[in-house]
């Protein structure tokens, strides 16, 4: 992945680190998260690194509420090509949406006092 997608070595290994650790349970190689990353940014106008990038800022929220690798990558993907936002800036308003969406499976209360699964 890193001579696809012209980085380091080091810096795939750490995207790919956090999309394994994440992500990984038992059905998929990582060679799976790495084609299906450098296919995302081939059909969309987004980069296999952007992509990885953006979910090493939301993949631990990603996981947690349940939203499968394929789908955050997509997801990511496809707002990063239509926006052309940053992978930082589009995978921290993912992160700061699924973590309002595990507070509405946990019953979080904001700091002004709304309980979010009122809305629910």
């Given at each position: 992945?890193?001579?696809?997608?012209?980085?380091?070595?080091?810096?795939?290994?750490?995207?790919?680190?956090?999309?394994?650790?994440?992500?990984?349970?038992?059905?998929?190689s990582l060679e799976?998260?790495?084609?299906?990353?450098?296919?995302?940014?081939?059909?969309?106008?987004?980069?296999?690194?952007?992509?990885?990038?953006?979910?090493?800022?939301?993949?631990?929220?990603?996981?947690?509420i349940g939203l499968?690798?394929?789908?955050?990558?997509?997801?990511?993907?496809?707002?990063?090509a239509t926006t052309?936002?940053?992978?930082?800036?589009?995978?921290?308003?993912?992160?700061?949406?699924?973590?309002?969406?595990?507070?509405?499976?946990?019953?979080?209360?904001?700091?002004?006092?709304?309980?979010?699964?009122?809305?629910?």
């Open positions: 992945m890193a001579n696809v997608a012209r980085e380091s070595a080091e810096i795939v290994s750490d995207q790919m680190t956090a999309v394994w650790n994440n992500f990984y349970d038992g059905s998929q799976h998260y790495a084609d299906a990353m450098v296919r995302l940014g081939v059909d969309t106008a987004s980069s296999s690194d952007e992509i990885a990038g953006g979910l090493e800022k939301f993949a631990a929220v990603a996981n947690t499968s690798f394929d789908n955050a990558a997509a997801a990511l993907a496809t707002i990063t052309r936002q940053s992978e930082d800036v589009v995978g921290t308003a993912l992160k700061t949406i699924f973590a309002r969406i595990q507070g509405l499976k946990l019953g979080e209360t904001l700091e002004d006092g709304t309980t979010l699964n009122q809305y629910s």
